[in-house]
């Protein structure tokens, strides 16, 4: 008979269940954000006209290093993890972590692609190193394994239930280190690597290609910014500290984008983050509270992006020449905030309508049960 299926002895440790413990998830979180981290250094863009180059990153490293080590790392962790949780008797792969095993090989082919790629095709730079194959490909692979913390905790707790901060913060780091993830890949519209000067002068000229890349940035950051906030206030009951913890790493990630020319910009954005974190703490947003959930949207927002204006114009010295482009742009991302909110929200159950009408004879199932 095959031990596996003998049950267990009398005073014996029952074997782990399905899901992962708060420091397993705490472990996956870390060697995620390395991971994350050496990309963001190795794709930090040059000064123009200089492409995207492996560059030293910090005590001398070099960056591709530090994302050798980060996927090194994180694939022994996760294989190290599967292979713990099976000769504990418990589920090889745990609620949550099944997406993330799958993307590790799909890392190195990704990589491999890419080589090819620039074998064939000459080194994308700038803007064409974003859509290269390759680099999609490897993008989607890091965001599977990054998000694997969120997986796990929505997996092991109820919907709509408050978890304290000490539980839920390994999936508050791996939302903040996933929306890092996708800012990077979208630079080109990253309104948070904007210096404060360049911000006023667009924000003064009506029209142009340059105003219209800073309000596309400003509407698809206001939109990458909120939506894990708006998931996360949807799965569970918010702890105060989950705006500060998700938005740390999207600005951290800026900060090296820019070498930190933008520093009043990045304050600003942490500034707004404490105060998203009091108006939740004030709103208690959450599925089971429609209006509050709407008004949380909106209002974080309205003031994240009036303050990035507002503080952009301060460490300018002056306010933008046109007043409906820095009046109108906070109310513009605030608009869409209640638009997103509205489409996140769960559809309410509905309710069996009554049967009023006279039964047809012929008709075995009237109310369809069957």
């Known amino acids: 008979m095959n031990s596996s299926r003998r049950p267990a002895a009398a005073g014996a440790a029952a074997p782990p269940g399905p899901h992962t413990g708060t420091a397993a998830d705490a472990v996956t979180a870390v060697v995620s954000a390395i991971l994350i981290t050496g990309l963001a250094g190795w794709a930090r863009p040059q000064p123009p006209p200089g492409p995207w180059q492996p560059v030293a990153g910090p005590w001398g490293i070099p960056w591709h290093t530090v994302l050798g080590a980060g996927y090194l790392l994180t694939a022994l962790w996760l294989l190290g993890l599967a292979v713990a949780r099976r000769r504990a008797g418990a589920a090889v792969i745990p609620a949550g972590y099944r997406g993330a095993l799958a993307a590790l090989?799909?890392?190195?082919?990704?990589?491999?692609?890419?080589?090819?790629?620039?074998?064939?095709f000459g080194t994308d730079t700038g803007l064409a190193a974003l859509f290269e194959p390759g680099h999609v490909g490897?993008?989607?692979a890091l965001f599977v394994?990054?998000?694997?913390?969120?997986?796990?905790?929505?997996?092991?707790?109820?919907?709509?239930?408050?978890v304290p901060l000490r539980q839920l913060w390994p999936a508050l780091l791996s939302t903040g280190t996933v929306t890092a993830l996708v800012l990077l890949c979208l630079g080109y519209a990253n309104a948070i690597t904007y210096p404060a000067a360049t911000?006023?002068?667009?924000l003064s000229q009506p029209d142009g290609p340059a105003v219209r890349g800073l309000a596309s940035a400003l509407v698809i950051?206001?939109?990458?910014?909120?939506?894990?906030?708006?998931?996360?206030?949807?799965?569970?009951?918010?702890?105060?500290?989950?705006?500060?913890?998700?938005?740390?790493?999207?600005?951290?990630?800026?900060?090296?984008?820019?070498?930190?020319?933008?520093?009043?910009?990045?304050?600003?954005?942490?500034?707004?983050?404490?105060?998203v974190d009091l108006l939740a703490l004030c709103l208690?947003?959450?599925?089971?509270?429609?209006?509050?959930?709407?008004?949380?949207?909106?209002?974080?927002?309205?003031?994240?992006?009036?303050?990035?204006?507002?503080?952009a114009a301060a460490a300018a010295g002056r306010v933008p020449d046109t007043p409906g482009m820095w009046i109108g742009a906070p109310v513009v991302t605030a608009a869409l905030a209640w638009l997103l909110a509205a489409l996140m929200l769960p559809a309410p159950a509905a309710s069996?309508?009554?049967?009023?009408?006279?039964?047809?004879?012929?008709?075995?199932?009237?109310?369809?049960?069957r």
């Open 199 to 202: 911000i006023v002068d667009l």
């Open 105 to 120: 090989p799909v890392i190195p082919v990704c990589l491999a692609a890419d080589v090819l790629w620039r074998s064939r």
């Open 221 to 275: 950051s206001a939109a990458v910014l909120l939506i894990p906030l708006l998931y996360l206030a949807r799965r569970w009951r918010i702890p105060f500290g989950a705006a500060t913890l998700s938005t740390a790493p999207p600005i951290a990630v800026s900060a090296a984008g820019t070498g930190g020319g933008n520093l009043s910009v990045l304050v600003a954005l942490a500034i707004a983050a404490v105060v």
């Open 138 to 140: 490897l993008a989607t």
């Open 352 to 369: 069996p309508e009554p049967v009023t009408g006279p039964l047809a004879p012929d008709d075995p199932d009237p109310v369809g049960l």
């Open 145 to 162: 394994i990054a998000s694997a913390s969120v997986r796990a905790a929505a997996a092991r707790t109820l919907p709509g239930q408050p």
């Open 284 to 311: 208690d947003p959450c599925a089971a509270r429609p209006a509050a959930y709407r008004a949380f949207a909106t209002g974080a927002a309205f003031f994240t992006w009036s303050l990035y204006i507002g503080v």
